[in-house]
């Protein structure tokens, strides 16, 4: 990992110096144990800041949208698609951006990790290679890596950037035996009935606090249709009914952009498994369209496009 690390720190001193970009978007260590931070570094002599190890677990894809600088964005196999779809979909001149990709073999949940040690707080925590090292008061662990994953990570078939420009390290192997739609299978193998009180249970723990839109790198729209008021689309309540259609709606408005991040759930303050509703809709675009996010800079969402042979059996 220090190798990958000085690797990075060389090609970003590199792009700064060179002039090629104005700023390096990466991460930095956090101030608390298994956590980092974005990082803005614009000085050659600020790069020894960049880190990187399975603690990154931010998108910096959104830091992308509406800037006017040219940046250089550390990005995994995620976020180099996020910024993808951003360019294909003229949110972000492609010359503007410089990809340095980064093979990722996963990011570790502190969600999990916090759960396994209960009601113990986590004063120290280093990750040495398929290790987590966790130090409190009167205790200590060594943990499997692997174990405490994003749930995410579990099935992603895309842990080298598939879009780069420069890629920090060696390519790492792919999943390509796993079945990314596991959990959307079982969902279709309930009653309707079943599924409905699934969901219905999911999201009534929801308050409504749009951390997921705010940290998706998707949610760029000015004004939100949660905040429009001519007209009012539906109340800004805790009541069901409201809750649901939020992310009905804003599950619809990723459709064929989303490429499973898991922000949305890593962020959510009251555990809600958003990623079922995502993966839901991706199965969908992929069956529909042969369509998966984020592998080309040309290629808008089918959703955000018309092809003439596009299925059109839901007209009849």
């Not at 792009?15 to 990082?39: A, H, N």
């Not at 555990?271 to 809709?281: P, V, Y």
């Amino acid at each position: 990992m220090e190798k990958l690390e000085k690797s990075l720190r060389e090609i970003a001193e590199k792009l700064l110096s060179e002039k090629k970009v104005d700023l390096i978007i990466g991460y930095e260590r956090g101030t608390r144990p298994l956590r980092t931070t974005p990082c803005f570094v614009n000085k050659t002599e600020d790069v020894q800041k960049l880190i990187w190890d399975s603690s990154c677990d931010n998108n910096l894809a959104k830091y992308v949208v509406d800037r006017k600088e040219k940046v250089g964005v550390v990005a995994k196999g995620c976020d180099a698609r996020l910024i993808a779809v951003c360019i294909a979909e003229n949110q972000v001149p492609k010359e503007n951006v410089i990809i340095i990709g980064v093979p990722c073999l996963g990011v570790v949940d502190r969600k999990k990790v916090e759960s396994k040690l209960e009601e113990k707080e986590i004063l120290e925590a280093t990750i040495e290679g398929e290790k987590i090292k966790v130090k409190g008061e009167e205790f200590e662990l060594l943990l499997a890596k692997n174990d405490f994953l994003c749930d995410s990570c579990l099935t992603c078939k895309h842990r080298n950037p598939p879009i780069q420009d420069v890629l920090v390290g060696e390519e790492v192997p792919e999943l390509t035996e796993v079945n990314e739609f596991t959990e959307v299978e079982n969902l279709e193998a309930m009653a309707a009935e079943e599924r409905w009180n699934h969901f219905n249970g999911e999201l009534s723990k929801c308050i409504r606090c749009y951390a997921c839109r705010s940290v998706c790198p998707l949610c760029y729209c000015k004004t939100c249709f949660v905040d429009q008021s001519i007209p009012t689309w539906f109340g800004k309540t805790n009541d069901l009914s409201d809750t649901m259609i939020y992310h009905i709606v804003r599950a619809l408005h990723v459709a064929g952009r989303c490429v499973d991040c898991g922000a949305c759930s890593r962020v959510c303050p009251v555990n809600i498994n958003l990623r079922e509703l995502m993966k839901k809709i991706e199965k969908i675009v992929k069956e529909r369209y042969n369509f998966k996010a984020g592998l080309s800079l040309e290629e808008a969402p089918p959703l955000g496009d018309f092809k003439s042979e596009d299925p059109q059996e839901f007209i009849k």
